[in-house]
């Protein structure tokens, strides 16, 4: 042991007094510092165990077809009578249960006939709501009719192949002043009823959640801003709207937005449009309305109003809240009490928002995978699963019981962090002054 120490104590002078003048020496001068080696070992000795492989996730299988009744074989066209849609078949009242889309401009590639498949047989929508970008500052009808009137025809065709109703929403965003693009929107709808005036599936919005403010002359002659509300702005711009379809398209049914972002439907139930087959929208938002706006609800069907819910989200406005599943259940059942119609939005668009109906930027899918339709469980968000349930319950299809270890273990690391409020671009009021 001794002789050991010794030979380690003489490396170690070695190595100090190399190491002070091997500066001015060449590598091949110096000599060699490897310390001798020894058998001896350590008293315990520790292993590094082998990686352990994670094993990927399998795929799931898809859904599968289990509606084949066409709604709108069964129904044929609609009509509005004592606040209720009619068929025009069984002439009794219809309630239309379906999803709306995402503002097209973020919905490439989505709506392809697959995906609308999908919809009408494997969830059982009875209709699909098209929201077509009218005015967004960078995407728009405004902006790109003809782009934009083009793949509205193309997915109206889907769902007319499909066999399901197709409301055409004016999806107004950038000014919640709907007489802003007044000409634009009249362009539009004209257009479109020069197409599918004898279509039983075509149903119009003529105008998505008018908001906001505007400037006016006031009788001093100074501008003033004033809320855009029923009588000064939305009803006057409906009358002109609907003017110009009816023109061309007598009977299919056209729904009106009505103002604060479509819950004054009291106001409207006020002061009525005139005219045959004219409905009224209403939009809520489970997690944060309840009472109040549904007593504005009743109280617009007793006035003779037919209401229908266009929009609505499981979630709070903003759509990142988780969804309230009790809230929403409720909602859901005044709807079907009360025979109102509703869209739950929204599924498409690559958003990671909680209240689109698919998990969109997730590793285990591809975007090829969702485009392809008859999406599994682990696509489906908690709301998208929760809405499909509900959807193909009013069919009297059931749904196995979800366990947890079977619902989706992975999100994206932004999921949730997306707020996209009212699927307003801009801030909600508005100086754009009427076309004249």
């Not at 074989?73 to 309630?95: E, R």
């Not at 938002?285 to 929009?311: M, R, S």
């Not at 759509?319 to 119609?341: M, R, Y």
Request: glycine share 6%; proline share 6%.
């Amino acid at each position: 042991m001794r002789l050991k120490i010794t030979a380690l104590i003489l490396v170690l002078v070695m190595t100090v007094s190399l190491s002070s003048c091997s500066k001015s020496l060449g590598p091949e001068t110096l000599p060699e510092t490897t310390l001798p080696t020894t058998t001896e070992t350590s008293a315990t000795e520790t292993t590094t165990p082998a990686p352990t492989e994670t094993e990927p996730l399998g795929p799931e299988p898809t859904s599968v077809p289990v509606v084949t009744k066409s709604p709108v074989k069964t129904y044929g066209m609609l009509s509005v009578s004592n606040g209720q849609l009619i068929s025009s078949k069984t002439k009794q009242a219809v309630v239309l249960r379906g999803m709306s889309s995402d503002v097209l401009s973020e919905c490439a590639g989505f709506f392809g006939a697959e995906t609308v498949k999908t919809l009408a047989e494997d969830w059982g929508i009875d209709v699909l709501r098209l929201a077509v970008p009218a005015d967004s500052v960078t995407e728009s009808y405004v902006k790109n009719s003809e782009k934009y009137f083009k793949q509205t025809c193309e997915i109206i065709d889907l769902c007319v192949a499909q066999g399901i109703y197709v409301i055409v929403d004016w999806h107004i965003s950038a000014t919640g002043n709907p007489a802003t693009n007044q000409k634009k929107a009249v362009d539009f709808f004209t257009r479109i009823a020069g197409v599918y005036a004898d279509s039983p599936n075509l149903i119009y919005e003529i105008c998505n959640e008018p908001n906001g403010t505007k400037t006016i002359k006031n009788k001093k002659g100074k501008n003033e801003k004033v809320n855009i509300e029923w009588g000064n702005t939305v009803k006057p711009y409906a009358e002109a709207v609907i003017k110009a379809i009816r023109t061309i398209d007598k009977d299919n049914v056209i729904i009106v937005g009505t103002s604060d972002w479509c819950r004054d439907i009291d106001k409207a139930a006020q002061s009525p449009l005139k005219g045959a087959n004219l409905a009224y929208s209403v939009h809520f938002n489970a997690y944060t309305d309840g009472a109040d706006l549904q007593e504005k609800i009743t109280n617009a069907k007793t006035a003779g109003l037919c209401v229908i819910a266009t929009e609505w989200k499981s979630t709070d406005s903003s759509g990142v809240s988780a969804p309230h599943a009790e809230n929403t259940a409720k909602w859901l059942d005044f709807l079907e009490e009360n025979k109102i119609s509703w869209c739950n939005s929204y599924i498409g668009g690559n958003n990671s928002s909680s209240s689109n109906a698919l998990i969109f930027g997730g590793e285990r899918y591809t975007l090829e995978d969702i485009f392809a339709g008859h999406w599994p469980q682990g696509l489906l968000s908690e709301s998208g699963a929760l809405v499909r349930d509900r959807l193909l319950a009013a069919k009297g299809v059931a749904q196995p019981e979800v366990k947890p270890e079977d619902m989706p273990s992975e999100f994206p690391d932004d999921f949730g962090d997306d707020e996209p409020g009212d699927d307003s671009e801009d801030a909600p009021d508005s100086e754009d002054q009427p076309e004249e």
